[in-house]
């Protein structure tokens, strides 16, 4: 009954033969005891696995008073030890695994099958307590003793297999690749393509394949997996699980329209099969809100995370799942221009983390850090500047030198050149390069980010001759790795002003002109951006004494942001700057007509008592 599913009967009648068989044999008896351990089965069966341990323990006793060490008594250990593992007491199993291992060996010697099969679960439980090294030295010890006594077969399969899954632990994908290839093969050969088990060491070599970087590959092999499952069980939590991580590899590959279709299709299946409030559909909702998110659907991808939130927080409470949800939340929010929400949810998540892991932690200071992106984006700049020093803090003690610490320095850099500490802007990005150049290397995008930023840093200090040097070096870098971009444009633009400032308006036309065709081919005409490219190449065409062309270089980038910005700051300023061409060409009609435009929208967006109003007042 208990194999056929039906553990409920199978307790009613295994209850009848124990009172029985206790009446005539007595409690002490090797058939009492072997219906004992039968009972103790139907009740695992039911997912009660403290009763069963209980039922366990109790056969035990009667075996070891009755017969010692026997090979009945190794097998209720096993069965102890696979409802230890049920309870999360992996430690207690570990032990009885051992003793009914050593039994064994006594009985049948270590080449014999019951003996690797036992080693083959005694590695599972050291593997549940986190020891991975020992779990591999273990699996190996099982698969040796089948190699020799059992050859190619579905076990030893399966030892190669959670081999495979231990080397995963252990971040040695090559390895895992290799001993999980053949385990596939070999069951391949046993039990055919179209198997169960043969799925699931198919799911398990793409997951390796991924973490070797190969995500196509992966991709490729997932689907293999899905094929088999969907013939053989149809809508299953393991078709799922596949569907999910084929979601996964199609984001790892910039693939975000094909992972949201799989990652639907997958939460379609999990919400069925184990309904909406599970562990396991909250998992799919968030990575299918991290989908939605990459295909620029911030809204909707908010409420998707608020999805998984209600479930995690119903299901788990405060839990490391819960908290990453609260901070991808804020990065959505932060997406969406509300930094005040972002501010809220990543303080609830830091204080879930805190209390999870710990302030030293990793992922703690990846919410400290988000949490300081969000207080920048708020305004309050020496909050913001504090909380990165918080992050750095821990990065330094728990990393050391690393991109993530080498990413915070570049955030401090940005926070004290909006406070106008250029000195310490300086000495903070000069650090984060040096950091990005000995992991990164000098020819990489992050590398790039940062020397843009230190030049601007220096331009602050009005060290332009070493600020233009340091754009180049930028420029350089950004040519080779991103060829033509809008970082390259931007590096471009931030050349032209440096040589404006070092009064090259010959040189400052040149490089202007090269940034704004490049954003023009990127970003197109009616660009915010390229509006403020098409206005600083006005004013270097401007100092080259050429006013008229000035003048229609101006009035380009107002056409610009009129459409683009409409009233604002930036369109106010290339009016005012439009104002003064006009009146170095003798216009003063002219000039006083739009002056008197930004002036009204200055005094609007800026009010009366500014001193850009004042500015254009005077």
Do not use: P, W
Request: contains cysteine.
């Amino acid at each position: 009954m208990i194999d056929l599913g039906n553990a409920d009967g199978a307790l009613d009648v295994l209850k009848r033969a124990l009172a029985m068989k206790e009446k005539i044999l007595g409690e002490y008896h090797e058939q009492t005891a072997v219906t004992i351990n039968d009972l103790a089965r139907a009740i695992s069966a039911q997912g009660d696995h403290e009763e069963a341990l209980s039922t366990y323990q109790r056969a035990l006793r009667i075996l070891e008073q009755v017969l010692g060490g026997s090979l009945l008594t190794t097998l209720v250990l096993h069965n102890m030890g696979h409802e230890m593992l049920e309870l999360d007491n992996a430690d207690d199993a570990v032990e009885v695994f051992r003793r009914a291992l050593a039994m064994e060996e006594k009985i049948l010697g270590e080449y014999h099958e019951s003996t690797a099969f036992t080693i083959h679960e005694l590695a599972r439980a050291i593997s549940a307590q986190g020891k991975h090294t020992e779990a591999l030295s273990t699996y190996q010890r099982a698969l040796r003793i089948r190699e020799q006594v059992l050859g190619e077969s579905q076990s030893t399969a399966s030892t190669l297999h959670c081999m495979g899954v231990e080397m995963m632990k252990m971040g040695n994908a090559d390895g895992a690749v290799d001993v999980l290839r053949r385990a596939l093969a070999m069951k391949e050969k046993i039990l055919g393509e179209y198997h169960e088990q043969t799925a699931v060491t198919i799911h398990e070599l793409a997951r390796a394949i991924s973490a070797q970087g190969n995500h196509e590959e992966a991709l490729s092999t997932y689907r293999r997996a899905l094929r088999i499952q969907e013939q053989v069980l149809g809508e299953s939590q393991s078709t799922a699980d596949t569907l999910h991580c084929m979601g996964q590899e199609m984001m790892k590959m910039g693939n975000a329209d094909g992972a949201v279709d799989v990652l639907r299709r997958a939460l379609a299946m999990k919400e069925k099969i184990l309904g909406e409030y599970h562990e396991q559909t909250a998992v799919t909702i968030h990575e299918l809100a991290c989908a939605i998110s990459a295909q620029g659907n911030h809204a909707e991808a908010l409420n998707t995370y608020q999805r998984a939130l209600r479930i995690r927080e119903q299901v788990l409470g405060e839990s490391q799942s819960t908290a990453t949800t609260l901070h991808c939340m804020g990065q959505e929010m932060m997406e969406m221009g509300n930094a005040d929400g972002a501010v809220d949810v990543l303080r609830r998540a830091l204080a879930m983390e805190e209390k999870i892991l710990g302030e030293y932690h990793e992922q703690t200071a990846v919410t400290i850090h988000e949490l300081a992106r969000a207080i920048s984006a708020q305004g309050n700049h020496e909050e913001a500047l504090s909380t990165y020093r918080r992050a750095l803090r821990i990065q330094e003690q728990v990393l050391g030198e690393s991109q993530s610490t080498a990413s915070t320095l570049h955030c401090m850099g940005q926070e004290m050149m909006e406070m106008g500490n250029a000195d310490g802007a300086v000495d903070v990005l000069r650090r984060a390069l040096a950091m990005k150049e000995k992991i990164l290397g000098e020819y990489h995008e992050q590398t790039a980010t940062t020397i843009h930023e230190l030049a601007r840093a220096i331009s602050a200090q009005g060290n332009h001759e070493e600020a233009l040097s340091t754009c180049r070096r930028a420029f350089r870098i950004r040519e080779q790795v991103l060829g033509e971009s809008q970082s390259t444009a931007s590096t471009l633009h931030c050349m032209g002003q440096e040589m404006m400032g070092m009064g090259n308006a010959d040189g400052a036309v040149d490089v202007l002109r090269r940034a704004l065709a490049m954003e023009e081919k990127i970003l197109g005409e009616y660009h915010e951006h390229t509006a403020v490219t098409i206005h600083d190449l006005a004013g270097a065409i401007s100092a080259q004494g050429n006013h008229a062309e000035a003048l229609s270089t101006y009035r380009r980038a107002l056409r610009i942001q009129e459409q683009v910005l409409g009233e604002s700051q930036s369109t106010a300023s290339t009016l005012h700057c439009m104002g003064q061409e006009m009146m170095l060409m003798g216009n003063a009609d002219g000039a006083v007509d739009v002056l008197r435009r930004a002036l009204a929208m200055e005094e609007k967006k800026l009010g009366e008592y500014h001193k850009q109003t004042a500015a254009t007042c005077t």
